[in-house]
């Protein structure tokens, strides 16, 4: 079976994959790489240095190592072996770090030994499914999925459950610089106004004047629609320039920038007019070409 095949298959069972990891086991399906609910010392455990997630509300773990102080850990951390008596979570990292702000010394768990690639796909659904990703955690897993095991947009798409533009409209929030990463991983800027700011001029400017502001994403992409156009005309903002485009024109443009992943620009006139796409890679070139070849 090919490779294509089997990531098919794995995006279309991975959700369900996910279910049962947090399920141990009856002792009659059990084979020799899985091991039924057991306790293991929280020495034991270390966090998977490839997990998306990087940052955890404090607060939020403090209630739930309340929880556990009074309940325990009724749902078992997912982890595979490492070494002897070593194991590494795939998923439930917010319930080990709970258990050790708790006091607890071992935590259950299920171990389900899979490679590098099938991990992190893991870390990535379980996370996207349950919204525990901010919008950049969620962009650079996608990222690593791709740089190191060869993903496509469309197999990533199959693997979250998600379209192939959601993620392309997740990777194209890489291009912004860190200043601006740092708004939206701390929640300053949403996902919406950080796109609208990818293909401006000086996107850390307007990202400061975005907040300062309070301004909404539409507010946003008219100011970053302005930018754009003073960009390709100089004259842009001078007495002699051009209408600002129509409400019904900017929504054409957003609606097809977010189906295609790619910026896109409608100049409509009365005779005519001009609809130009902006691709950056190759990749990007020949996505278009296969969709304008399917119509």
């Known amino acids: 079976m090919n490779d294509d ?18 399920q141990p086991l009856p002792a009659s399906a059990l084979a020799s790489s899985v091991s039924a609910d057991r306790r293991v010392p929280i ?20 209630d739930l190592a309340s929880s556990v102080r009074q309940h325990g850990i009724v749902q078992p951390v997912v982890v595979r072996t490492l070494a002897e008596d070593r194991f590494e979570i795939i998923a439930g990292e917010r319930r080990w770090r709970a258990a050790q702000l708790a006091g607890f010394t071992d935590i259950p768990v299920i171990v389900r030994d899979v490679d590098d690639r099938t991990a992190l796909e893991i870390a990535i659904v379980e996370n996207v499914q349950r919204s525990d990703l901010n919008p950049l955690e969620e962009a650079l897993g996608y990222d690593q999925l791709i740089a190191e095991h060869g993903y496509t947009q ?24 860190d200043p601006v990463r740092d708004m939206l991983s701390s929640g300053t800027l949403s996902a919406g106004h950080a796109r609208a700011l990818i293909p401006t001029s000086d996107p850390v400017a307007l990202a400061k004047a975005i907040v300062a502001k309070g301004l909404s994403v539409r507010d946003t992409e008219r100011l970053a629609q302005n930018d754009i156009r003073a960009q390709n005309d100089p004259s842009y903002g001078k007495p ?37 796409i902006s691709y950056k890679t190759l990749d990007q070139l020949e996505e278009i070409c296969r969709l304008l070849e399917r119509r």
């Open 240 to 276: 002699s320039a051009r209408e600002e485009k129509d409400a019904d024109t900017l929504a054409l443009e957003r609606t097809l920038t977010d189906s295609l992943g790619l910026d896109v620009t409608v100049n409509h006139k009365a005779s005519g007019g001009q609809l130009r």
């Open 154 to 177: 469309n197999d990533l798409g199959e693997i979250i459950g998600k379209s192939r533009s959601h993620v392309a409209n997740s990777l194209r929030l890489l291009k912004l610089p």
């Open 5 to 22: 095949n089997s990531r098919r298959r794995l995006g279309r069972g991975l959700a369900a994959l996910i279910g049962e990891m947090d």
């Open 43 to 62: 020495e034991f455990i270390t966090r998977n240095p490839r997990n998306p997630r990087r940052s955890f509300d404090e607060a939020e773990l403090q």
